[in-house]
C-alpha cells in the first residue's frame, strides 16, 4: 500500500504516517506546508517529504503525479484558529485544497481519498438532541464552513467520478505537543503543563463535559475507515467520539497520576458562553455500525500514554 | 438606492433589475458573463452593464469598484444541470465567484449582500418532515454543494465583517424563456410550448407534485428581503415557496387557458426515481414570520401572466 499524506507532519498527519509505517506500509508520501519534520522523528529519513501548499493546484498535481499512491490521507489545512483570523488563506488552503486534491485524485486516478472534518461543522441552530451524522451541519467559523464544503465536494465526487471519498469528523483532538490555541484545548494543555512542572489554569467551568479524541485513537479511527470494506460505507462522513470528562474529572485524574500537580479554575465568560450553545454528546453509533469503530483509550489510558509519550519522545513535542 | 446585479441577464436576474427599476433605483448595474440582454429588453439602455467572470477577482473587485453599490444582489453563477456536467467551471463560477463577491463587498465597504440558494441544498438525507430552514442540508449537486458553501460563508462574512449578508432558497423557478434543462422543468416548458401550439410530454407521474415560484415572486421575494429592517432577520438564509400543483393539475389548468394544448405523459423512470427521493413539501414560515413574506402568485395567475408575458414580450423570451 502507498499512500499520499497531506498535513502530516502535523499533530494527527504524523500519527497516520506512524500508524501505516508500523502497518508496513510500502512507500509514504508526506506533503506539509510546514517544513519541520519533529513530529515525524525517526520517520523523517524513510517517508518522501514533498514540502507545498495545498492552495497551488500545480504543487498537488505534482506530487500526486509524482507519488502515484493508493489512497490519499487529506488531513491538511489550517485549523480553526488560524483560519478565523485569516480566513482569505484559509479560503485557499481549506476549500481550494480540498478541491486540489480531489482533482488531483480525478486527474492521476487515485483511487481513494480519506479527508478529516470536524465537529465545528455542527455549531447554529442545533436542537437538544446529540449530534449524530443526520445532525444539521451549520458551522459558525470559517475553518467549519471549509469542512462542510470539502465533505459535500467529497460526496459529489464519489458519486461522479467513483473516487472511493470517505471521511471522519473529529471532536476535540487530545496529545502531547499541542500548541494551536483553541477553546476546548484546556485538555491536552492541563496534562503537558502539569507534566513539565507548572502550574495550570482552565478556563471553563469544572462541570463542563467535552467530548476527546485521544490522537492515538484518531489516526487509527482514519486507517481502519480507509481499509473498511467498501459496502459498508453508507454515511460516507462519520462523526467519532471518545471520552468525555468533565474538566474537573480530567483535573482529578492528572493531578493524581501527576503528584503535585497545580490546577486551578478561573472561568472566562465569553468563551464559556460559546462553548455552553455549541458542547453537545457526540453520538457515533454510525461509524461504529458500519465499519466497526470503537476507541480503545478512555481517559485513564490516555492520559497514562501521554505522560509517557512525553518521557520517552521529548524530542518529538518539544 | 444603487444596485449591483450579477447575472443580471438571467431569468431570475432580468426580473429584479426590472423590480428595482420600478421602484425608482437611482442607478443599476448588471454583471454578468452572458453578452445577451434579450431578457432585460427595454431596460438594456438604461442600466449599466459590465461583461465578466465571477471566477476572475479582478473583473469582481473592478465591478464593485465601479459601481459603488448599496446592496450587491448576487444572483450570478453556474445552473444545476451545467454545473454537473462541469464541475471544475462550476467551482470557479459558484464557489469561487461566492467568495470574490463578499470579499469584493468586504473591500470595497459594502453594506448588503443577498444571495440566492436552492431546494438543492437539500437532498440526501431528508427525513419525512416538510422542508424548511432547520432541515439538514446535504446536496447531491456540485451546484448544491457550492450554494451550502456560499450560504455558510455569507454567515460568516455576517459575523466576522458586518456585511448584511441574508439568502433565499429558491424551489422551481416558472416562468417564460427557461432554457436550461432541469428535471422538473417540464412546469415552464409545458406552459410554452402549448402557448406555441406545440405538443407537450411530461416525464413525471401526473400525480408528481412539485413546489414552484413564479419569476415575478422570485424577484420580489430578493427586494423585499433586502428592504427588510436588519433586526427582523434571525435566520438570515429563508426557503421560499409558492405553489405546489400535481403535473396532472397544472396541465388541466393549461388545457383549460389554452385551447387545443395537446399534452400527455410519459413517464423517466430514472428521473421519477431521483425525484421521488428528493422532492419534499417546503414549509417557509421563516420568511413568513420573519419579513413578512408571501408569494402573490397563485397558481392560475401564475400561468395567467405567463400567458400574457409571452404575447406582450415574445422579444423578450424568444
Known amino acids: 500500500m502507498e499512500a499520499l499524506i497531506t498535513g502530516g507532519t502535523g499533530l494527527i498527519g504524523a500519527e497516520v504516517v506512524r500508524t501505516l509505517a508500523k502497518r508496513g506500509a510500502s512507500k509514504l508520501t508526506v506533503f506539509d506546508i510546514n517544513d519541520s519534520t519533529q513530529r515525524l522523528d525517526e520517520l523523517a529519513t524513510s517517508v518522501t517529504i514533498q ?149 495550570f489554569t482552565i478556563w471553563v467551568r469544572p462541570e463542563m463535559r467535552v467530548t476527546l479524541l485521544y490522537v492515538k485513537d484518531a489516526a487509527r479511527a482514519i486507517v481502519e475507515l480507509a481499509e473498511a470494506p467498501v459496502e459498508q460505507i453508507q454515511m460516507v462522513n462519520y462523526v467519532l467520539a471518545g471520552p468525555s470528562p468533565s474538566a474537573q474529572e480530567l483535573a482529578d485524574l492528572v493531578e493524581r497520576k501527576i503528584p503535585g500537580a497545580r490546577i486551578d479554575f478561573e472561568i472566562d465568560q465569553e468563551i464559556q458562553a460559546r462553548l455552553d450553545k455549541s458542547i453537545h454528546p457526540i453520538d457515533d453509533r454510525f461509524a461504529r455500525d458500519e465499519w466497526g469503530w470503537q476507541p480503545t483509550y478512555d481517559l485513564e489510558a490516555l492520559v497514562d500514554d501521554f505522560l509517557t509519550e512525553l518521557s520517552q519522545h521529548p524530542q518529538r513535542y518539544a
Open 51 to 199: 514540502q507545498g501548499d495545498l492552495g497551488e493546484s500545480r504543487q498537488v498535481l505534482d506530487v500526486v503525479r509524482k507519488s502515484q499512491p493508493d489512497v490519499i490521507y487529506h488531513l491538511g489545512g489550517m485549523l480553526s484558529l488560524p483560519s478565523d483570523n485569516n480566513p482569505q488563506a484559509a479560503f485557499l488552503a481549506n476549500a481550494v485544497g480540498t478541491y486540489n486534491v480531489l482533482e488531483a485524485a480525478r486527474i492521476h486516478g487515485v483511487s481513494k481519498v480519506i479527508f478529516s472534518s470536524t465537529i465545528g461543522t455542527y455549531c447554529q441552530d442545533l436542537d437538544d438532541r446529540p449530534i449524530d451524522d443526520l445532525t444539521l451541519q451549520r458551522p459558525m467559523l470559517f475553518y467549519g464552513a471549509c469542512k462542510v464544503f470539502g465533505e459535500h465536494m467529497g460526496m459529489f465526487y464519489r458519486r461522479k467520478y467513483g473516487i472511493d471519498f470517505r471521511g471522519v469528523r473529529f471532536p476535540s483532538i487530545v496529545g502531547p505537543g499541542v500548541r494551536t490555541p483553541g477553546s476546548v484545548q484546556y485538555t491536552s494543555h492541563m496534562i503537558e503543563e502539569s507534566a513539565n512542572g507548572r502550574h
